[in-house]
């Protein structure tokens, strides 16, 4: 029971269960139970304490765009703000449809980050032209569209002994 959020702790078999769910979430708590060598009623059980200690935030289903129909860019952008500024312009890149992501990151300079979707350049220029280059604090906008992904997942629990390969 090492991992703590709070008052709640995490033992290896919380993190089974976890890596089982990244894995794929619509697994019964009986299948996951099977896996693990422990009752249905304990995986129901260390989940909900989970979920309810925010180490389970969401489930979700990830969906190809580009097989419904919905061929997407991507771009990623880097936006040199007004320090004093910074916050106010991220808070209002969050509520924006097509930032997927937003982050600030410091350098030489302090900047946000950000991961954009549009249907094609010109969608892309519009957003950028009329929607984030006006922000007050904005100084700098660069933006690199995605041209081709090797990967792109999110942080997945591992078993300890993988947490070595992570400092490679």
């Known amino acids: 029971m090492k991992s703590k959020s709070q008052d709640a702790t995490l ?10 769910l990244q894995e794929d979430a619509k697994q019964t708590y009986g299948e ?15 989940i909900r304490k989970m979920e309810q200690s925010g180490f ?23 936006i040199t703000t007004d320090p004093k500024e910074t916050e106010n312009i991220a808070k209002k890149m969050m509520r ?11 350098s030489e300079e302090l900047v946000i980050t950000a991961k954009v979707v549009a ?35 999110r942080f997945g629990i591992r078993p300890r002994k993988e947490w070595a390969r992570l400092k490679e």
């Open 119 to 153: 249907k094609d350049q010109a969608e892309l220029h519009s957003f950028v032209a009329r929607s984030v280059a006006p922000l007050p604090g904005v100084l700098r906008i660069r933006t690199a569209i995605v041209t081709k992904k090797f990967k792109e997942e």
């Open 56 to 78: 389970i935030t969401k489930y979700e289903a990830i969906v190809d765009t580009e097989k419904m129909g919905i061929p997407l860019i991507t771009a990623q952008m880097i």
């Open 32 to 46: 996951i139970g099977n896996k693990l060598n422990v009752a249905h009623s304990t995986v129901y059980d260390r």
């Open 96 to 106: 924006y449809g097509q930032v997927l992501e937003v982050a600030t990151s410091f």
């Open 11 to 20: 033992d290896d078999l919380d993190r089974q269960i976890l890596r089982l």
